[in-house]
């Protein structure tokens, strides 16, 4: 240990402290095998509780042994009454201290003592609750014991003066270290339910009074992480609910595009007209297997008629038909919307595009303008101290940020240059920022897109320094996808169901393509990929599979320039597609 004076000892003395070692071994390891005898015989009697009492103060991290200590006590208590069983549990956490002593942050610990407390008739919360201030005072990161106190605070029935309590307690142990992650999470659990608006939210006034708090925090450490990190969530907490946000009909199957991933739970939920006439879905294997994904595809039922050629759909989804995540969405509005179609493209649905492409809920207006300007004032603040720019990134994060809530297209510049800004400030997360900004410039042209019903016939992101793809669905009308002159590592994102015919990806970073990857690209007639670093046959995979490829242009890669690879090059060319013209 730090800070220790070494003792040396004598041959002799290591010998015998070795010895004493090997004998408490022998003692253990005979123990445990009669504790896993027991076990397996299934004797759930006072002797293999004592043994589990004797093993787990040495070793709390023995996991068969606290499985079998539950059983054993759940076996016991089916022959005592409520006041002896209170007993035992009381017993049971003053047996756990001893072993928090051996080892305070083991899960099986802690584990064990959330399980006796949900066993015992009357939890001792105010106990517990000291326990747990000792151990924070200890160690205040211990999150094994920040989890634990959540839980006996729960348990405890959620009393409002309680809560209040827990509140002040997390301000005091922010107070003590602004770098105590474990604090401000706990925190933000409870400032929804101390100072929650009632609906899932929390007061304006509430997000005033921490944002107040936070900008003493900001000025004592502004290069503190933590602190940012709670900003950022108080900011934005929940994501919004998943849209409709495009359908393309075809002759027998009409495919769903959403805003964002969704599981189709309740397919019955899912009802479509066609100029008056309800039609029966069948879904593709993809829809019923549970999948989450951006589009799901059904077919007209068997025996239906086909669709005509162009016409009206009439679409109703109900609430809850859809899941995002591991929360479902019963909470939004039902849709019912008709929109006309024909088979030369995809239909859009009228909606709203700041919200589709904003995954947060944000405060008001208001106060994301005073932010906005509490945060400038702290970075001239900083640049007048001459701190270097390092301790400026989570500003500029905070900053960037709010501006994407408050208008994209409106700050579009700005935040494009702050990005750039954190790219040479922050080189460690270089690639992290790069990838911000390539979703901020796809979040602005497809909000462009958003805004009007028209095809735009093409979409242009050449020379955007883009490093990843977002949003590609709301492309989903463009005929002409111009994606060059970036820095594009992989094409996901082009596995929803595009309009595009030409697809232009000259001069990126493309070292190979998956299988599927293009699957969205069934009607793509041309693909250039000029000027990558395609090295071999084999990663052309994804270019099988799409029905109408006519044009493929692969000048400037490795692959197209080995004459040992030429043979089948053109052999995986034939096979893609008929009436190719392969540029060479």
Same mark, same amino acid.
Request: aromatic share 8%; charged share 25%; glycine share 4%.
């Given at each position: 240990m730090h800070g220790r004076v070494? !003792?040396?000892?004598? +041959?002799?003395?290591?010998? #015998?402290?070795?010895?004493?070692?090997?004998?408490?071994?022998a003692i253990y390891v005979k123990a445990r095998d009669r504790l896993l005898h027991k076990r397996q015989a299934g004797e759930r009697d006072v002797e293999a509780l004592a043994l589990t009492g004797a093993l787990l103060p040495q070793n709390p991290d023995l996991t068969v042994a606290w499985n079998f200590r539950r059983e054993i006590l759940l076996t016991l208590f089916e022959s005592k009454t409520a006041v002896e069983k209170q007993a035992t549990c009381v017993s049971e956490l003053e047996f756990l201290n001893s072993c928090l002593q051996k080892n305070p942050k083991s899960y099986g610990v802690w584990n064990h003592r959330r399980w006796t407390m949900q066993e015992a008739p009357q939890p001792p919360v105010e106990n517990e609750l000291e326990l747990c201030t000792k151990f924070l005072s200890?160690?205040?990161?211990?999150?094994?014991?920040?989890?634990?106190?959540?839980? !006996?605070? /729960?348990?405890?029935?959620? *009393?409002?003066? @309680?809560?209040?309590?827990?509140?002040?307690?997390?301000?005091?142990? #922010?107070?003590?270290?602004?770098? *105590?992650?474990s604090a401000w999470?706990? @925190?933000?659990?409870?400032?929804?339910? !101390? @100072?929650?608006?009632?609906?899932?939210?929390?007061?304006?006034?509430?997000?005033?009074?921490?944002? &107040?708090?936070?900008?003493?925090?900001?000025?004592?450490?502004?290069?503190?992480?933590? #602190?940012?990190?709670y900003h950022r969530w108080l900011l934005g907490r929940e994501h919004t609910k998943p849209a409709l946000c495009y359908v393309r009909a075809a002759t027998d199957s009409i495919t769903f595009i959403f805003s964002q991933p969704v599981q189709i739970v309740h397919p019955e939920q899912f009802q479509v007209q066609v100029d008056g006439a309800e039609r029966t879905l069948a879904w593709d294997a993809q829809s019923r297997s549970g999948q989450h994904s951006l589009h799901h595809t059904a077919k007209l039922a068997e025996g239906s008629a086909s669709l005509p050629a162009s016409g009206t759909l009439q679409i109703t989804i109900a609430a809850g038909a859809v899941e995002r995540g591991s929360k479902t969405s019963n909470d939004a509005a039902s849709v019912s919307v008709p929109i006309s179609y024909k088979f030369a493209g995809i239909a859009q649905k009228a909606v709203d595009a700041q919200a589709?492409?904003?995954?947060?809920? !944000?405060?008001?207006?208001?106060?994301?303008?005073? +932010?906005e300007a509490e945060c400038r004032s702290l970075l001239e603040l900083l640049t007048e101290d001459k701190e270097p720019e390092i301790k400026k990134k989570y500003v500029l994060q905070a900053l960037a940020y709010i501006l994407q809530s408050l208008s994209p297209s409106s700050h579009s510049e700005e935040i494009s240059s702050l990005l750039n800004r954190l790219k040479e400030t922050d080189s460690y997360r270089r690639a992290f920022y790069a990838d911000l900004l390539s979703k901020h410039l796809c979040g602005v042209r497809a909000v462009e897109e958003l805004?009007? *019903?028209?095809?735009?016939?093409?979409?242009?992101?050449?020379?955007?320094?883009? &490093? /990843?793809?977002?949003?590609?669905?709301?492309?989903?009308?463009?005929?002409?996808?111009?994606?060059?002159?970036?820095?594009?590592? &992989?094409?996901?994102?082009?596995?929803?169901?595009?309009?595009?015919t030409e697809v232009v990806l000259d001069d990126n970073c493309? &070292?190979?393509?998956?299988?599927?990857?293009?699957a969205g690209l069934s009607r793509a007639r041309s693909i250039s990929l000029r000027n990558n670093r395609i090295a071999a046959v084999a990663d052309l995979a994804g270019l099988r599979g799409l029905p109408q490829l006519q044009s493929i242009d692969l000048t400037g890669n490795p692959v197209h320039d080995d004459p040992d690879q030429a043979a089948s090059l053109q052999a995986l060319i034939a096979e893609c597609c008929s009436n190719v013209i392969y540029t060479v």
């Open positions: 070494k !003792v040396r000892t004598s +041959e002799e003395q290591a010998a #015998i402290k070795a010895k004493e070692r090997q004998e408490r071994l200890l160690d205040e990161r211990n999150f094994h014991c920040w989890d634990y106190r959540r839980h !006996v605070v /729960a348990s405890s029935g959620l *009393n409002a003066e @309680r809560l209040e309590k827990e509140f002040e307690f997390s301000l005091k142990k #922010i107070a003590d270290d602004y770098s *105590n992650f999470h706990y @925190r933000s659990k409870l400032l929804p339910i !101390v @100072r929650g608006d009632g609906h899932g939210g929390i007061t304006e006034d509430a997000i005033a009074a921490e944002s &107040t708090m936070l900008q003493s925090a900001f000025c004592m450490s502004p290069g503190d992480q933590s #602190i940012w990190f589709l492409l904003e995954p947060y809920i !944000v405060p008001s207006h208001e106060r994301l303008c005073a +932010e805004s009007h *019903n028209s095809d735009d016939g093409a979409i242009d992101l050449s020379s955007s320094n883009l &490093t /990843a793809l977002y949003h590609v669905q709301h492309f989903c009308r463009a005929s002409r996808l111009v994606l060059s002159k970036n820095s594009l590592r &992989t094409l996901d994102g082009f596995q929803v169901p595009l309009e595009a493309l &070292t190979s393509i998956p299988a599927g990857q293009l």
